[in-house]
């Protein structure tokens, strides 16, 4: 079974510095992708970054990066200049391989409070 | 990207009746999902609806409870039947048109029962 494990209840972290958000994921499966999501307090599910396990560089968008390393079965999130709408509930979560039947669903961590204090 | 509208955004039901949510995509996709959130907790996955098939449910999770529909490939519905209190949370779905690096998701209904 899929397992997700986020060990960050809360972050508090200053303007403009970079932050990271612990991921450890558990799998028996070689491939898998995993995902991190932002949720505001309007509660959307933002889609931030996704890292497939067959990837040889890690994943960036904007000041989205994904600190994978595989042996560790770890993917944090990097967010760089943090700004004060960074703020909020961050989920890593995971996705199994393609073909094989139920597993595309996504498996979610507990999440980590994200506060940028100006 | 897909864009996903989910309606309504938001209810306050009483305890005993029951409430349908609507899923609408703007393209097609193979897989559609749908996730309870409750309060202050993670997303847990209700079901699995495929087109022309009977939906997939999670353990915990029963059709009786919360019947889908998934008539075609842009849309989708969730019933919150016979409501209680507990079922208060925020019901997202999502999709996923199969060999994507990305799965996205609705803006979510609130639900509140009193």
């Known amino acids: 079974a899929q397992k997700i494990t986020q060990t960050q209840p809360g972050m508090f972290v200053q303007e403009k510095e970079a932050v990271t958000l612990d991921c450890t994921y558990d799998?028996?499966?070689?491939?898998?992708?995993l995902f991190w999501y932002k949720q505001p307090s309007s509660g959307e599910m933002i889609f931030l970054i996704y890292?497939?396990?067959?990837?040889?560089q890690n994943a960036t968008e904007g000041r989205y990066s994904l600190n994978f390393q595989k042996a560790r079965k770890s993917a944090n999130l990097v967010i760089s200049a943090s700004q004060l709408g960074d703020s909020a509930m961050y989920f890593c979560?995971?996705?199994?391989?393609?073909?094989?039947?139920?597993?595309?669903?996504?498996?979610f961590g507990q999440g980590t409070r994200l506060t940028i204090n100006p | 990207s897909a864009v996903i509208s989910q309606k309504p955004s938001r209810d306050i039901c009483q305890r005993g009746t029951s409430l349908t949510i609507q899923c609408q995509v703007d393209?097609?996709?193979?897989?559609m999902f749908w996730y309870r959130q409750q309060p202050g907790q993670s997303l847990t996955l209700i079901a699995t609806?495929?087109?022309?098939?009977?939906?997939?449910?999670e353990s915990g999770f029963v059709i009786d409870k919360f019947p889908i529909s998934r008539p075609n490939l842009t849309f989708s519905t969730l019933t919150v039947s016979n409501m209680s209190p507990e079922d208060s949370s925020i019901y997202l779905c999502?999709?996923?048109?199969?060999?994507?690096?990305?799965?996205?998701f609705g803006p979510g209904t609130r639900l509140l029962v009193l």
């Open positions: 979560a995971m996705r199994g391989p393609d073909l094989i039947q139920g597993a595309q669903k996504l498996v």
């Open positions: 890292q497939g396990s067959y990837d040889q």
């Open positions: 393209s097609q996709v193979t897989m």
């Open positions: 799998t028996s499966d070689p491939s898998y992708g």
């Open positions: 609806a495929n087109q022309g098939s009977e939906a997939t449910y």
């Open positions: 999502s999709v996923y048109a199969g060999g994507s690096e990305t799965q996205y």
